[in-house]
């Protein structure tokens, strides 16, 4: 059972343009939603989050919306930028502090 | 500040033998988690430790892994009688509770290549 889903393996955007990368979920029961990046060879870091509770979060160049009726979230990127080229995770957490539910990952290629 | 350290980053292993993976936290953080990432999958949950509290085992795939967490602080994992199916990169991190929002601070991961 994939609680979290990230149906776009990869996605190529312009340098410049707007990244948008998609997750859904099926879990009603998280708390708090996080997008993580991750480059080759390295661990995951955290990029963004977002409550439950809210509907938009915003810092700096990216933005996640989450839209709780249709379970799903986005996180847009704008300007994309070629040191965003990496992989993104979406991940769902339930409680104060508990395992993360990630999703497959999107490979983002930004080229000039 | 020194962050969550992981060793070896690389191990081949035969199939069959045993393999301890270990993991540094970052100091002062109550919170230790062990992930994995298959090839081509997302990051799968294996088990994590929060201070003194009995460990969430739920997401160890078998009874030939398992892990512990001495004095608070370092982390090993333990993989038994490794078969090829556990070649994977081996995530631990760690986090806070005084972190908002519950982020977890990953270390660079150990490779494990089962032959």
């Known amino acids: 059972d994939q609680q979290v889903k990230q149906n776009s393996p990869s996605l190529s955007v312009q340098e410049g343009r707007i990244s948008i990368l998609n997750c859904d979920y099926t879990n009603s029961m998280f708390d708090y939603f996080l997008w993580y990046k991750k480059y080759p060879a390295e661990g995951p870091t955290f990029l963004i989050s977002i409550s439950s509770i809210k509907d938009k979060n915003e810092d700096g160049r990216f933005t996640v919306f989450l839209n709780k009726s249709a379970k799903h979230l986005s996180l847009h990127i704008v300007p994309s930028q070629p040191g965003d080229s990496a992989v993104y995770f979406c991940?769902?957490?339930?409680?104060?502090?508990?395992?993360?539910?990630f999703g497959t990952g999107t490979r983002l290629q930004v080229t000039l | 500040g020194a962050g969550v350290s992981q060793s070896p980053s690389n191990k081949v292993t035969e199939k069959g033998k045993d393999v301890e993976l270990r993991c540094d936290p970052i100091s002062g953080h109550t919170a230790l988690y062990w992930y994995r990432q298959s090839l081509g999958q997302g990051l799968e949950f294996l088990i994590y430790f929060q201070g003194n509290s009995a460990p969430d085992k739920s997401g160890l795939p078998s009874d030939r892994f398992s892990a512990e967490r001495t004095g608070g602080s370092v982390s090993t994992l333990t993989i038994q009688r490794t078969q090829q199916e556990d070649s994977a990169v081996y995530l631990c991190?760690?986090?806070?509770?005084?972190?908002?929002?519950?982020?977890?601070?990953f270390g660079p991961g150990t490779r494990l290549t089962v032959t």
């Open positions: 991940a769902g957490i339930t409680g104060t502090a508990s395992k993360l539910t």
């Open positions: 991190a760690s986090s806070s509770p005084r972190d908002f929002p519950y982020e977890q601070y």
